[in-house]
């Protein structure tokens, strides 16, 4: 494969969750190593990369928005290449619609490792290449990858999903199940730790399906145990959690190692059996809200985070309430909260039952009143409270004051020395409100 001389640049556009972001990394790395170097602009870039979302039909539309700006920059300089991946490319409607768009390169989530090649082969040859592959293959371990300097990392355990929840594309975008090594995922928490990151994220679509597949049982709970021994990390978070997976096992590990973050996030989506058996979600309510009481009895303050979707097809007024009933029984530290859309490819997409956007604006806007009046009191009620901060750099809306993550993943911002940022302080927390807290340092 030829080496470029160093003067060509890229630009990756990415979109979606962390386990994008961390793919982002590790395309970085891969066009790095053939001689590319970064650019912050597209109009500076002579390679684009798309690294794509596909778990709404809005994220997709804002993609196909953005590429077809991309597209008009290819027409002042054609010696542009357009490489377009992530989970978008692995449907094949969106595959058709690329072929006709101008993209000079369309790979998969699986493939990945194969970009320079896929790069090289076009510069060659002069023509358009599409090399998505429709399964998963092997784990590729040692891929190159350009992670960003700062105090926070996130480290894949496992990739793909093998729950399909009727209104999720996941599955299909990203395969099914496979864990990596326990010693490969160790190996690289350590080279983190040695290169001055304080704090890991594992990721995985369900990280406590996660199996080493050895003859030797080991599971998410043992490997959380491992890491937690790697001294040169501080701390340690994961997601996502699936509740029907979460183990007592899982739970005593988290409450017995100082390093693993006392934060849980774990997606309850629907408070009604119905509509949960409807998602094949595989738990049920009741399930749901033993499961946080044994968390919070096993794990004093820990924080219970979710993922709640409005307007499901066939949610009946009774259905939502019930979902309103949950969250006033669980009290959630916070909330990423949907309105239901469509999406092809997905069971729930033939369902006849549609709710109305009207109907899912207004039911969502309730929930939104009642998840954010439970966050302020539970913000609240910490004022008065000492807690562990990682600063991690200067406040977005005050670039005076600094701003850093309790244990439970709670914004704080405070003032103090910019030579703080990167260690771990202890801040008196003197008010909080909806989404973040505000204190002073402690001096003793």
Request: glycine share 8%; hydrophobic share 35%; aromatic share 8%.
């Amino acid at each position: 494969m030829q080496q470029l001389d160093g003067t060509q640049k890229y630009n990756i556009l990415t979109y979606g969750c962390q386990m994008n972001v961390r793919d982002s990394e590790t395309i970085a790395g891969l066009v790095e190593a053939m001689g590319y170097c970064e650019t912050s602009t597209t109009e500076d870039a002579d390679l684009i990369i798309f690294n794509t979302c596909s778990v709404r039909h809005s994220a997709e539309n804002r993609v196909f928005g953005k590429l077809g700006e991309i597209r008009r920059l290819k027409l002042k300089n054609p010696e542009m290449l357009i490489a377009f991946g992530g989970c978008m490319a692995q449907i094949p409607d969106n595959q058709k619609r690329l072929k006709k768009q101008g993209v000079d390169i369309v790979f998969g989530t699986h493939n990945i490792h194969e970009l320079p090649a896929l790069i090289a082969k076009v510069k060659e040859q002069k023509a358009r290449v599409m090399q998505v592959w429709e399964k998963e293959g092997q784990i590729v371990e040692n891929i190159p990858n350009i992670r960003k300097p700062g105090l926070t990392a996130f480290v894949n355990i496992m990739y793909g999903c093998n729950n399909f929840c009727s209104y999720c594309i996941v599955p299909y975008t990203r395969g099914r199940e496979r864990s990596r090594q326990p010693e490969d995922i160790l190996t690289e928490i350590k080279r983190l730790g040695e290169q001055g990151y304080k704090e890991i994220t594992l990721l995985g679509q369900n990280v406590n399906s996660y199996n080493s597949g050895g003859e030797k049982a080991y599971d998410f709970a043992d490997l959380l145990c491992e890491a937690a021994e790697i001294e040169s990390i501080q701390r340690i978070r994961f997601t996502t959690s699936h509740p029907k997976d979460i183990s007592d096992k899982l739970i005593k590990t988290v409450a017995g190692h100082k390093k693993i973050c006392k934060h849980i996030h774990m997606p309850l989506q629907a408070g009604s059996n119905e509509i949960l058996r409807r998602m094949n979600r595989g738990y049920t309510r009741e399930h749901y809200q033993s499961l946080t009481e044994k968390i919070r009895s096993a794990i004093p303050g820990a924080a219970i985070t979710s993922d709640l979707i409005v307007g499901f097809p066939g949610e009946t007024e009774q259905n939502f309430q019930q979902t309103l009933e949950m969250v006033e029984k669980v009290r959630f530290d916070a909330a990423f909260t949907f309105m239901y859309s469509v999406r092809k490819g997905t069971r729930a997409a033939d369902f006849k039952d549609q709710l109305s956007l009207e109907e899912k604006k207004q039911r969502l806007s309730r929930l939104n009143e009642l998840q954010y009046s439970i966050a302020a009191d539970i913000n609240r009620s910490l004022a008065g409270t000492v807690q562990e901060i990682l600063v991690e750099g200067t406040s977005k809306t005050n670039p005076h004051r600094l701003t850093g993550r309790t244990d439970g993943n709670r914004i704080v911002i405070f003032s103090g020395p910019k030579e703080l940022i990167g260690s771990f302080v202890h801040v008196r927390i003197t008010r909080g409100t909806t989404f973040s807290l505000f204190g002073e340092i402690e001096t003793n």
